[in-house]
């Protein structure tokens, strides 16, 4: 069996690229519009909140420490610790409609992905279905929705509200000190641009690893799918060596690619205890020069630990995108495929009233190097029987599957009632 990668090369058609996914996700996703706007403002008013209440802790620390009675210090205090409960409320409405428009918007676009990537399957030529495992080509399906998802939690939850959380600490913490914010910030891009380059350089193992998995799936598949043929010809110890040959070999490279990930993790704790004692030692040194209060010290430290949370998760919000992106791409390797049987522009339906079949001039081949029927003549009259023989290979099969145009022939007509069935659609035909 020839797999789909090698045919899919030779036929001259390049592999789907990120922009192909991204084009296919917006034809399922651009009729939700309303849900998708719902969904990303009310986590982006959230996570601004969420920015500026280390500002209030800052203003509660501040108070705490003035020189005055605790008469007169409670009643701010009480205010303050009130505005932050009203601001905490307002982001846990924020995410709580946040989460059901993302359930409704995901929901209703994976059946459109599904019910697309569907209709245009289906269309593909029987050599298409003849090369390809049904198991591996239902995990494509199935990929190309669940990748959708992925990539729409990451996108919203994470990538969405780590950008707005930088930007907000950054314009914070510039009007508290430029220079803390300028370390901050070379900081966050030597951070986020070593995880992007390494998560891009390791998309070609990730994108290997899904193939590794829709293989092995399609061999589990068509194993079980012929458990008679197995068994008859008693052949389930070889069978049970071939899938344990693939699953170890998809397990030696899923643990390759699971290490490569302790590299990340390695470096990204590494610059995250280098940051903190940054930090931490310029605001020491304006204390000591009486340009910080112990309220700053608080903010930095509520906004260090936040941001180190969110960054820490940076790394697996970018393999999973690309991981996503990458299961995405076998689907979206289908969608750009054309049709090898295609519909002409002008295709009109069938109408068969009596039934005759004329081959004229038939020819065809599986390539060049392999034909198979030659210059064929024949006239099937209608109400005729017809009775095909001859060995094994000789175009018996290929012969009924021409006339129902499973194949489009290389040369010559065939004619259903001086009908050219080329010219005649696929889908719909007339009454008989």
């Known amino acids: 069996m020839e797999s789909f990668s090698t045919k899919y090369k030779h036929s001259g058609v390049g592999l789907a690229t990120t922009w192909d996914v991204m084009k296919y996700f917006w034809a399922g996703m651009r009729h939700h519009k309303l849900s998708l706007f719902i969904t990303l403002a009310s986590v982006l008013v959230a996570r601004l909140f969420a920015v500026v209440i280390p500002i209030y802790y800052k203003k509660f620390f501040d108070t705490l420490g003035m020189q005055s009675s605790p008469d007169v210090l409670a009643p701010q205090l009480f205010n303050i610790i009130w505005v932050i409960l009203g601001f905490n409320l307002i982001i846990w409405v ?11 918007f995901q929901a209703v676009v994976i059946a459109r992905l599904k019910q ?3 209709d245009y399957m289906i269309d593909h030529s029987f050599s298409f279905y003849s090369n390809n495992f049904t198991g591996s080509l239902v995990q494509r399906v199935n990929r190309f929705a669940r990748a959708f998802e992925v990539l729409t939690d990451r996108i919203v939850f994470d990538i969405l509200t780590l950008a707005t959380q930088i930007i907000g600490v950054c314009i914070v913490l510039w009007f ?6 300028q370390v901050l910030i070379v900081w966050v891009l030597i951070y986020l641009a070593f995880n992007y380059i390494f998560a891009r350089w390791k998309l070609k193992y990730d994108v290997k690893r899904a193939a590794k998995d829709s293989f092995t799936t399609g061999v589990l598949s068509d194993a079980i799918s012929n458990q ?3 068994a008859l010809f008693a052949g389930s110890n070889s069978e049970s060596r071939n899938f344990k040959d693939v699953t170890d070999d998809q397990a030696r490279f899923t643990r390759f690619v699971w290490n490569l990930q302790g590299v990340v993790d390695t470096v990204q704790s590494l610059l995250i205890f280098i940051i903190e ?8 040194k304006y204390w000591q020069q009486g340009l910080m209060t112990i309220g700053t010290f608080v903010l930095i430290q509520v906004y260090l630990v936040s941001m180190s949370g969110h960054l820490w998760d940076f790394s697996r919000v970018i393999r999973n995108v690309y991981e996503a992106v990458a299961d995405a791409k076998e689907m979206a390797d289908i969608l750009k495929l054309g049709h090898e049987v295609k519909d002409s522009s002008n295709a009109k339906h069938l109408v068969v009233p009596k ?3 004329v081959f004229s001039d038939v020819e065809f081949g599986f390539g060049e190097d392999l034909p198979v029927l030659r210059t064929v003549n024949l006239t099937i009259k209608p109400g ?4 095909i023989i001859g060995p094994s290979g000789a175009g018996k099969s290929t012969f009924v599957k021409l006339l129902l145009r499973l194949y489009d022939i290389s040369a010559g007509q065939i004619l259903v009632d001086g009908q050219d069935i080329a010219s005649v659609t696929q889908k719909v035909c007339g009454k008989t």
């Not at 004692?277 to 020491?284: K, M, P, V």
């Not at 005729?384 to 009775?387: M, Q, S, T, V």
Request: glycine letters at 8%; charged letters at 10%.
């Open 228 to 230: 008679n043929t197995i």
């Open 384 to 387: 005729e029987k017809l009775a």
């Open 116 to 118: 697309q990537a569907f």
């Open 94 to 104: 924020g995410y709580r409609l946040g989460s059901f428009a993302v359930a409704h």
């Open 176 to 181: 508290v000190n430029p220079l803390i914010t």
């Open 355 to 357: 039934g005759e079949v």
């Open 277 to 284: 004692f940054l930090l931490f030692y310029f605001a020491i």
